[in-house]
């Protein structure tokens, strides 16, 4: 009797076997098919949020580099002050050093009678020019 059976249930069984296989596969993949939504949805998110990154820094960049620009204007404002002061420093050093060999040629010139009372007359007639020193 069970070979009776067997003989007439084998293509029910295949037909069932054949669509338990078919209703397997669909699960596989629909499952399939979420996951690779899931991973593209975290893929666009992770995207998103990257292009957010780059925006930020994109703008820090942006910030430093008008802050180095100004750096710069700065540097080189405060190079032309010090260049120009170095000038009318040296102007002023160089007139000084003039007047003092100057001063130091006409004392080196000037005759001073012998004697402290020559000495002192001659530096009372001369008081108005060193004064200036």
Not at 2 to 10: K, T, V
Not at 60 to 66: G, L
Not at 94 to 123: F, K, P, Q, V
Request: some cysteine; proline content about 1%; aromatic content about 4%.
């Amino acid at each position: 009797m069970f070979s009776l059976l067997a003989g007439q249930m084998w293509r029910p069984a295949a037909v069932a076997i054949v669509i338990a296989m078919a209703v397997a596969y669909r699960a596989l993949l629909v499952h399939q098919r979420d996951a690779a939504r899931a991973d593209a949805a975290r893929a666009t998110a992770s995207l998103t949020l990257a292009q957010a990154n780059l925006a930020a820094v994109q703008g820090a960049i942006s910030v430093q580099n008008a802050a180095v620009a100004r750096m710069q204007a700065q540097a080189a404002q405060q190079t032309a002050a010090a260049t120009a002061h170095e000038r009318t420093a040296a102007a002023a050093g160089a007139l000084a050093m003039s007047t003092a060999a100057a001063g130091a040629r006409s004392l080196e010139r000037a005759r001073i009678d012998a004697g402290c009372a020559g000495a002192i007359h001659w530096g009372n007639a001369e008081a108005a020019e060193l004064g200036r020193w």
